[in-house]
């Protein structure tokens, strides 16, 4: 599912990253849809790695912003997608089946007109200001919107809101048990304003190589859909979360390795230490 | 390539005519929910604009050291805009909600809400202070100005050379106060406004999308309610708060500092914003 990385004389281009992410994440999402046309849950897994793909894209867009000096520090830039996605993936979620086209183009309307804001008003001047706000607020909405399938295995506002709970063997619609409900969102929102912007931050500087950083927001994103995998085991039928928390287990330590090898390739030199170290032999 | 050569951008003047786009634009979204929506919805519409220009004024006053405050080269607190503004305006929110669970007089809500923002900002000065002058062994110091504006103390000599100031010196410990106090009143504001939106309209919505004919009691909504208010309302302040970090950018010491003559940008920045916002978080029942 992920874009191939390989190093190439100054990596791939910016353009490159955003359409795969939009795509392989839009594609994602509405791949869980097929929950609702075939009646089964198995398909929620899709989301999250939907919200994966937009994070490797975001954190791209991130460098590209970040690297003109915005003076703020980079967790910023991770906040403010969450901020703008959250509202236009609500909207959205009113939509039905349109809606990951809906909240792509709403947070596109905000993006925009907050890159106008911070561009002109706020005087930052930066060329890539208006284009990267953009970016970050679909990312953001994406993100929201990919955790938000997987773990409700839909992404209609009705399904968000009502959840179930079983009394005597029956079960009832409960509005308190859901997604919204329960504030869940809350915790997703964080996951992912924090996945989106620490690749970067982490791996910034003067040794910044991009296949490194993409795996390290593979990484992150595999991790965030774990921890969203298991607060889905109160949302989706147990065996769907099952699936979702193996594909984000394997996700994660593929990723995970890739890292250190790629960190062990940029490194200077590194001293394999040991988490516990072997006991000294000898008298 | 590298974000650490970079030279931060942004200058001191306002640019008229981004100035006056920005708020046709913010009038032109009030038309659309003067048309579109019920009176109440507009209302909320200005609270929420009120709001938001509120946690944009109030960001200018917090001491924002960043990394060069964590290595004692610059004065204020060592984080980012971004992350000090959310703790505020979340503590306050809060504090806010807890209030309007037992009274619905708005100025008791608001005020509660400012004093969580405050109290949350004065105890995070306070141990800033703490551990700057027991921990890390400096005196607190501003670089920006010769004396306290407020307690008259003079400054320069307790400045290390090659920094531009350290610490926390006692006016910019009243502007994190004040900070949160108009943060917190700035989020709780927002929260309470699209709460009551969503108290109102929020059962006939789900009514008609969940196609049930039984009709849902209002007192189960209420959590959705008060997921959706305060969602939108932590959304409208990271975004406002990082639109105060970008007017900011970098550090600034507090309402002494010269970087504080940027405020009417933030406030006409966060209107509009706000506004945009705000819209979108009421047309989900509105529509």
């Known amino acids: ?283 | 390539m590298s974000a650490v050569g970079a030279k931060p951008g942004g200058s001191a003047g306002i640019d008229p005519v981004a100035s006056v786009v920005a708020i046709v634009l913010m009038i032109v979204m009030l038309a659309i929910m003067y048309m579109i929506g019920t009176p109440m919805a507009f209302m909320a519409l200005i609270g929420i604009v009120i709001g938001g220009v509120l946690i944009g004024f109030g960001v200018m006053f917090v001491p924002v050291g960043g990394a060069p405050a964590a290595m004692g080269q610059a004065p204020g607190i060592a984080t980012g805009v971004a992350m000090l503004a959310a703790g505020a305006g979340l503590a306050g929110l809060f504090g806010g909600a807890w209030a309007a669970q037992t009274t619905s007089n708005l100025l008791v809500i608001v005020i509660t809400g400012a004093v969580g923002g405050g109290l949350m900002m004065a105890i995070t000065c306070l141990f800033v202070n703490f551990i700057y002058v027991y921990g890390m062994g400096i005196p607190a110091a501003s670089g920006k100005v010769k004396k306290d504006p407020i307690t008259g103390d003079t400054q320069t000599e307790y400045k290390s050379q090659g920094t531009e100031g350290h610490g926390l010196p006692f006016v910019s410990y009243v502007g994190g106060v004040i900070g949160g106090l108009f943060g917190g009143a700035g989020g709780t504001l927002i929260y309470i406004m699209l709460l009551d939106v969503y108290e109102e309209s929020l059962p006939a919505m789900m009514q008609a999308q969940s196609g049930q004919l039984l009709p849902i009691p209002a007192a189960q909504i209420m959590p959705i309610a008060v997921t959706l208010a305060g969602m939108f309302a932590i959304g409208l302040f990271l975004v406002n708060a990082v639109l105060a970090a970008y007017n900011i950018t970098g550090t600034i010491e507090g309402p002494h500092d010269p970087k504080f003559k940027r405020w009417p940008r933030a406030v006409i920045a966060s209107a509009t914003a706000s506004a945009l916002v705000g819209l979108v978080a009421i047309m989900i029942v509105a529509l």
């Open chain 1, 1 to 283: 599912m992920t874009v191939k990385v390989e190093v190439i004389e100054g990596g791939i281009p910016h353009n490159k990253i955003m359409a795969a992410g939009l795509i392989i994440s839009l594609v994602c999402i509405y791949l869980t849809w097929l929950n609702v046309l075939t009646g089964t849950p198995w398909f929620a897994f899709f989301g999250g790695l939907g919200a994966v793909a937009a994070i490797a894209w975001g954190s791209h867009t991130i460098k590209t912003l970040c690297s003109y000096g915005i003076g703020t520090g980079v967790p910023s830039a991770g906040m403010i997608a969450l901020g703008s996605g959250v509202v236009a993936m609500l909207l959205a979620t009113r939509y039905g089946v349109a809606t990951p086209i809906v909240a792509v183009v709403v947070a596109a309307i905000i993006g925009a007109i907050l890159g106008y804001l911070s561009n002109n008003v706020l005087a930052m001047h930066i060329p890539v200001m208006i284009k990267s706000l953009t970016e970050l607020a679909i990312v953001g909405a994406l993100t929201l919107l990919g955790f938000t399938a997987m773990m409700t295995g839909n992404f209609t506002f009705s399904a968000l809101a009502t959840g179930q709970v079983m009394f005597l063997g029956f079960a009832l619609p409960s509005y308190v048990s859901s997604y919204l409900g329960g504030a869940l969102i809350a915790t997703v929102f964080m996951l992912a304003a924090i996945a989106i912007q620490h690749p970067f931050n982490a791996c910034l500087g003067p040794n910044w190589k991009q296949d490194r950083m993409l795996m390290l927001s593979y990484e992150v994103g595999f991790l965030s859909m774990l921890a969203a995998a298991i607060m889905s085991l109160a949302l989706i039928s147990i065996g769907a979360a099952l699936l979702s928390i193996i594909v984000a287990l394997i996700g994660w330590w593929y990723t995970y390795n890739q890292y250190l090898v790629l960190s062990k390739r940029d490194a200077a030199a590194w001293l394999d230490a040991k988490p516990f170290p072997e006991e000294a032999e000898g008298p």
